[in-house]
């Protein structure tokens, strides 16, 4: 029996956000690393190694990866810093099911858990990712509190996500694209569109560039790198905390 999601009527309450998220990700789970591929045309690997090279070279980093998925970044983080330790921290277990049945990394552990209560101490962690994450919490100014919280001072948190312009026209465009797109592949995976069309719907109540920035910048977490990609539909960045 296939689960109704009624996606936009439970964007707007974090506790409902927190539940629609469990549900998609855990049906999406088994296909997740097929089609998310397909989703980007090819790129989505890319883009994750690209990131994970614009972070700053630490000999033993403590890494967070959030919305860790299937482990790509998490990963791409072992490799990169092979004596520090990852955890990564994804809400729906099917993801992490997935993710421990691919590690082959000592130094790498995963832990179901809300992003915005990751439970690490604070200013205990050197590198924050995220793979698709920020749109996906709850609430973003919960989940930039908690990045703040748990960064070091100096920390770098580095994030690949869809992307909201500031122009309404060139938003209403985007959200159009990815409705027809996603909701292409949401019926070819699961016979379900509005699966894949939650990457748009959930892009109306998301911030736009600027102000995520502006957002960011109120809890000392200063741009370094914003790098678009596909005229902006999506945007690598790297966020260093001050103080």
Same mark, same amino acid.
């Given at each position: #029996?296939?689960?109704?999601?009624?996606?936009?009527?439970?964007?707007?309450?974090?506790?409902?956000?927190?539940?629609?998220?469990?549900?998609?990700?855990?049906?999406?789970?088994? &296909?997740?690393?097929?089609?998310? %591929?397909?989703?980007?045309?090819?790129? =989505?690997? +890319?883009?994750? !190694?690209?990131?994970?090279?614009?972070?700053? =070279? $630490?000999?033993?980093?403590?890494? *967070?990866?959030?919305?860790?998925?299937?482990?790509?970044?998490?990963?791409?983080?072992?490799? @990169?810093?092979?004596?520090?330790?990852?955890?990564?921290?994804?809400?729906?277990?099917?993801?992490?099911?997935? +993710?421990? !049945?691919?590690?082959?990394? %000592?130094?790498?552990?995963?832990?179901?858990? =809300?992003?915005?209560?990751?439970?690490?101490?604070? +200013?205990?962690? =050197?590198?924050?990712?995220?793979?698709?994450?920020? @749109?996906?919490?709850?609430?973003?100014?919960?989940?930039?509190?908690?990045?703040?919280?748990?960064?070091?001072?100096?920390?770098?948190?580095?994030? *690949?996500?869809?992307?909201?312009?500031?122009?309404?026209?060139?938003? /209403? $465009?985007?959200?159009?694209?990815?409705?027809?797109?996603?909701?292409?592949?949401?019926?070819?995976?699961? @016979?379900?569109?509005?699966?894949?069309?939650?990457?748009?719907?959930?892009?109306?109540?998301?911030?736009?560039?600027?102000?995520?920035?502006?957002? *960011?910048?109120? @809890?000392?977490?200063?741009? !370094?790198?914003?790098?678009?990609?596909?005229?902006? #539909?999506?945007? &690598?960045?790297?966020? /260093?905390?001050?103080?």
């Amino acid at each position: #029996m296939r689960t109704a999601f009624h996606v936009r009527d439970n964007l707007g309450a974090p506790d409902r956000k927190l539940r629609l998220t469990h549900d998609l990700f855990t049906v999406i789970a088994p &296909t997740y690393d097929r089609i998310t %591929p397909l989703l980007s045309f090819g790129r =989505d690997r +890319a883009w994750k !190694q690209a990131l994970v090279r614009a972070l700053p =070279d $630490l000999p033993a980093p403590v890494c *967070l990866d959030l919305a860790c998925g299937t482990g790509d970044l998490a990963f791409l983080l072992a490799r @990169r810093y092979p004596a520090g330790r990852i955890l990564g921290l994804d809400l729906a277990e099917k993801m992490l099911e997935l +993710a421990r !049945q691919r590690n082959t990394c %000592p130094h790498v552990t995963f832990a179901c858990g =809300d992003m915005t209560r990751t439970g690490q101490a604070p +200013a205990s962690v =050197d590198l924050v990712t995220g793979g698709y994450a920020l @749109r996906n919490a709850p609430a973003i100014t919960l989940v930039l509190d908690e990045i703040a919280r748990v960064l070091k001072p100096g920390g770098v948190a580095a994030f *690949l996500d869809f992307s909201k312009p500031a122009s309404r026209p060139v938003q /209403r $465009l985007f959200h159009l694209l990815l409705t027809v797109w996603g909701g292409f592949w949401g019926w070819v995976a699961h @016979r379900q569109p509005e699966i894949y069309t939650y990457i748009a719907d959930s892009l109306a109540v998301y911030p736009n560039r600027p102000a995520l920035h502006r957002l *960011l910048a109120a @809890r000392g977490l200063r741009v !370094q790198l914003s790098r678009l990609h596909y005229a902006g #539909m999506l945007e &690598t960045l790297l966020v /260093r905390k001050t103080g």
